[in-house]
């Protein structure tokens, strides 16, 4: 039950910002952003793992991606 809940929550965090405009949008398709947005988390929570840290500071890519200031060309 916990990985579905992840996976559900991830894929709805992925919805969630494709819904929003990008930069990126009209250089990547759908599946390759989420692709990029994945390899991203999981660079990420593999940081948090070998550093033994519990809140490691997001990625400039990640903070870019979350803002809301952030539109398409």
């Known amino acids: 039950m916990n990985k579905d809940d992840a996976r559900l929550k991830t894929i709805k965090e ?9 930069v990126f949008d009209h250089l990547w398709s759908h599946e390759e952003q989420r692709t990029v947005l994945g ?3 999981g660079r990420k929570e593999k940081k948090k793992r070998d550093l033994g840290i519990q809140n490691y ?5 990640e903070k870019m991606l979350e803002d809301d200031q952030v539109h398409g060309i």
Do not use: P, Q
Not at 14 to 22: A, P, S, W
């Open 57 to 61: 500071s997001e990625s400039c890519m």
């Open 39 to 41: 390899l991203l988390k």
């Open 14 to 22: 992925l919805d969630d910002i494709k819904r929003r405009e990008r």
